[in-house]
């Protein structure tokens, strides 16, 4: 009787553990399944700088998931840790661990573009085709079309499928909505829109710092009102750059090109911007300081020295560039 007893026990214990293993699986199942049977299609935007640790805690809090330790367990099984970048994501709370991890993982539809201040719209072009994969017809087809001085410099996400007319399109749109205030004011000085954008693109190659566009500014406008030639080097750089290069140092020869960007060669403002200025070199146009000086340099430290004569011009060239 007591064999029989033991094996009645025994049976039990087994039985109870087979019961808590199903519950167990069933629970981890659970874990894993989509938090909804039905919801729409949503957009999940992951912010530059935001990493994996601080998204996974959001996507319990919004519903995405149920267990974020699941969620991480899923990633680190597929060798996707750490591979959540910023960008756009379609995603839905019928989504299991699995279909969200591998949306956010290889399936962006947006992804960010940082266009930082003073590029030209080939580097632009350039810029966007990495993120978002253009071909190199649809990259000439942006600067060919996209207008120099009015791509503003910002963070924008891009749509993957964006094309040239769509990009240049959404810049120009955020160009509008930032400068308003300032074409505004600068039309109240009798600043044209066009003059406004090309001196601040100068303003904005010729610049350390936004602390000293408006010196840059003022001397600008004095060698104008003076009727002076600017002989700002970013012009000769402009006329001469190419794919690659699209900056090159200046050599003495360099002086003499022949080009109507050439502010040593001819006088008064270029004929268009020579890059795309973000909004300090913009508003430095407008609000210059009141100085009498007509020359700057920077020295080998980057620190900007300026003088009212060029006698003072050409001591400074020797202090601070031989």
């Given at each position: 009787?007591?064999?029989?007893?033991?094996?009645?026990?025994?049976?039990?214990?087994?039985?109870?553990?087979?019961?808590?293993?199903?519950?167990g699986l069933i629970i981890?199942?659970?874990?894993?399944?989509?938090?909804?049977?039905?919801?729409?299609?949503?957009?999940?935007?992951?912010?530059?700088?935001?990493?994996?640790?601080?998204?996974?805690?959001?996507?319990?809090q919004q519903g995405y998931?149920?267990?974020?330790?699941?969620?991480?367990?899923?990633?680190?099984?597929?060798?996707?840790?750490?591979?959540?970048?910023?960008?756009?994501?379609?995603?839905?709370?019928?989504?299991?661990?699995?279909?969200?991890?591998?949306?956010?993982?290889?399936?962006?539809?947006?992804?960010?573009?940082?266009?930082?201040?003073?590029?030209?719209?080939?580097?632009?072009?350039?810029?966007?085709?990495?993120?978002?994969?253009?071909?190199?017809?649809?990259?000439?087809?942006?600067?060919?079309?996209?207008?120099?001085?009015?791509?503003?410099?910002?963070?924008?996400?891009?749509?993957?499928?964006?094309?040239?007319?769509?990009?240049?399109?959404?810049?120009?749109?955020?160009?509008?909505?930032?400068?308003?205030?300032?074409?505004?004011?600068?039309?109240?000085?009798?600043?044209?829109?066009?003059?406004?954008?090309?001196?601040?693109?100068?303003?904005?190659?010729?610049?350390?710092?936004?602390?000293?566009?408006?010196?840059?500014?003022?001397?600008?406008?004095?060698?104008?009102?003076?009727?002076?030639?600017?002989?700002?080097?970013?012009?000769?750089?402009?006329?001469?750059?190419?794919?690659?290069?699209?900056?090159?140092?200046?050599?003495?020869?360099?002086?003499?090109?022949?080009?109507?960007?050439?502010?040593?060669?001819?006088?008064?403002?270029?004929?268009?911007?020579?890059?795309?200025?973000?909004?300090?070199?913009?508003?430095?146009?407008?609000?210059?300081?009141?100085?009498?000086?007509?020359?700057?340099?920077?020295?080998?430290?980057?620190q900007i020295h300026l003088?009212?004569?060029?006698?003072?011009?050409?001591?400074?060239?020797?202090?601070?560039?031989?």
């Amino acid at each position: 009787m007591a064999i029989f007893a033991n094996l009645n026990r025994k049976k039990i214990i087994l039985a109870g553990l087979i019961l808590v293993c199903g519950f167990g699986l069933i629970i981890s199942l659970y874990q894993f399944s989509a938090p909804q049977k039905k919801s729409a299609e949503e957009r999940i935007v992951v912010n530059l700088g935001k990493t994996e640790a601080e998204l996974i805690p959001k996507l319990k809090q919004q519903g995405y998931i149920r267990n974020e330790w699941v969620f991480n367990f899923a990633l680190k099984l597929k060798n996707w840790r750490g591979k959540i970048k910023p960008g756009g994501y379609i995603v839905s709370k019928n989504m299991s661990v699995w279909q969200l991890a591998d949306a956010l993982v290889n399936h962006p539809y947006q992804k960010w573009a940082v266009i930082p201040e003073g590029l030209r719209k080939e580097e632009i072009g350039e810029t966007i085709q990495d993120k978002i994969g253009w071909s190199d017809s649809e990259k000439e087809k942006f600067i060919k079309s996209g207008q120099e001085g009015y791509l503003f410099p910002d963070t924008y996400l891009f749509d993957l499928n964006f094309s040239a007319e769509n990009a240049i399109k959404r810049i120009r749109v955020n160009f509008n909505e930032k400068t308003a205030d300032l074409i505004k004011e600068a039309q109240k000085e009798n600043i044209r829109e066009d003059t406004l954008i090309i001196i601040a693109s100068l303003i904005q190659r010729e610049s350390g710092s936004e602390k000293e566009m408006p010196l840059i500014a003022s001397v600008i406008w004095n060698r104008w009102f003076e009727g002076m030639p600017f002989q700002i080097d970013a012009t000769v750089q402009y006329a001469l750059g190419e794919t690659g290069n699209w900056w090159p140092k200046i050599k003495p020869a360099d002086y003499k090109t022949d080009s109507p960007y050439n502010t040593y060669l001819y006088q008064g403002r270029p004929p268009a911007p020579i890059c795309n200025p973000g909004l300090a070199a913009i508003n430095a146009v407008v609000n210059p300081e009141k100085t009498d000086y007509l020359y700057y340099l920077h020295d080998s430290a980057g620190q900007i020295h300026l003088t009212k004569t060029y006698k003072e011009h050409l001591a400074n060239i020797e202090k601070y560039l031989k």
